[in-house]
């Protein structure tokens, strides 16, 4: 038998996957049969036919083999989340690998813990810290685990821009009692993210986070959800993320190439151990070239640096 024709399993796996694409409308029967033809020839998978071919863009096979696995992203038509969300846009691309890298990470060094409660904490704005909060956030969502993304960011939020949602009532409004909290926002295409807004910006964030009011909330939520992704201020500008840190008893730290200074990282960690939370570790962000990602068409600005150092 040659090693270029396909056993009954293998034709019958392809038939498949070519029948997902008919049904999603974006192939004929007849463009199946020569993607399959050119399969068998060149020993390519079918996506890789495909596109090769030209019948298929590399985010249309990513949209359907999500649906294959039940894997949710918003690789389906629509614009509702921003193009930064590369663990929505671009699941299976090298900088979605990273932040899946480091959510295995932080599960090992949290050693199964459940619920847990993480807060990202930075220097300055513009580091990637409300880039990596959402991104660690859909995640965890993705592995079916019950998550919510909290902005307590009440002073440059911008977690309700990101997943383009309502930013009327949130962490604020909760706080100084104005409203009570039911459940974040739903996610469209994410059954199991949950997006908590900052609201309004108040007059007052730093006192209507004392009196443990944020760990309070987080602990009555502790039977809804499995993990907690708060994102916080800079810190060097506000002592609100010491605050958010101390409530929330877990953090970590993130630093960007060519902006952040290693001794503002130490400075950092030092003002977080005062908190007593755990501190699990630090990332480094760097920024990529401005080049049109191929997965989004859209201009991916921030990459993880390839370590993740735990602080002692």
């Known amino acids: 038998m040659s090693d270029n024709i396909e056993t009954p399993s293998e034709i019958k796996r392809t038939d498949k996957i070519g029948e997902r694409f008919i049904q999603a409308g974006l192939l ?44 949710a992203t918003a690789l389906v038509p629509g614009d509702h989340l921003d193009k930064s969300l590369v663990m929505a846009y671009a699941p299976f691309s090298l900088e979605s690998e990273q932040i899946r890298h480091l959510r ?14 993480l807060a990202l904490v930075s220097p300055e704005n513009g580091e990637g810290r409300s880039y990596l909060a959402a991104n660690l956030a859909i995640a965890f969502s993705q592995m079916k685990k019950r998550t919510l993304l ?19 009532t949130g962490l ?7 409203t009570n909290f ?14 908590l807004p900052a609201g309004p910006i ?22 809804k959800y499995d993990v907690f992704i708060v994102d916080t201020p800079a810190a060097v500008r506000y002592s609100d ?15 960007r190439k060519h902006r952040t200074e290693l001794s503002e990282l130490q400075n950092l960690q030092s003002e977080m151990t005062t908190t007593g939370a755990q501190i699990i570790g630090s990332v480094y962000n760097e920024y990529a070239d401005l080049q049109d990602d191929p997965l989004t068409n859209s201009k991916l600005w921030r990459r993880l640096s390839k370590w993740f150092k735990k602080k002692s």
């Open 104 to 117: 295995a990470e932080i599960a090992i060094r949290l050693n199964g813990q459940s619920p847990f409660a």
């Open 28 to 71: 004929s029967k007849e463009q199946v049969t020569h993607i399959v033809d050119v399969q068998n020839r060149s020993n390519l998978r079918f996506g890789e036919a495909a596109i090769q071919l030209g019948l298929l863009q590399e985010q249309q096979v990513q949209a359907v083999l999500s649906q294959q696995f039940n894997y």
């Open 150 to 168: 909290i902005d307590a960011d009440m002073r440059s939020p911008s977690q309700h821009k990101l997943f383009n949602i309502d930013n009327k």
């Open 172 to 178: 604020s409004t909760i706080l100084a009692k104005r």
């Open 202 to 223: 108040p007059p007052n964030p730093q006192e209507i986070l004392l009196d443990s009011a944020l760990s309070e909330l987080i602990a009555s939520l502790a039977d």
């Open 182 to 195: 039911t459940e974040g926002q739903v996610i469209p295409n994410f059954p199991h993210l949950h997006v």
């Open 241 to 255: 993320a010491q605050t958010i840190t101390q409530q929330v008893g877990i953090c970590l730290l993130v630093g």
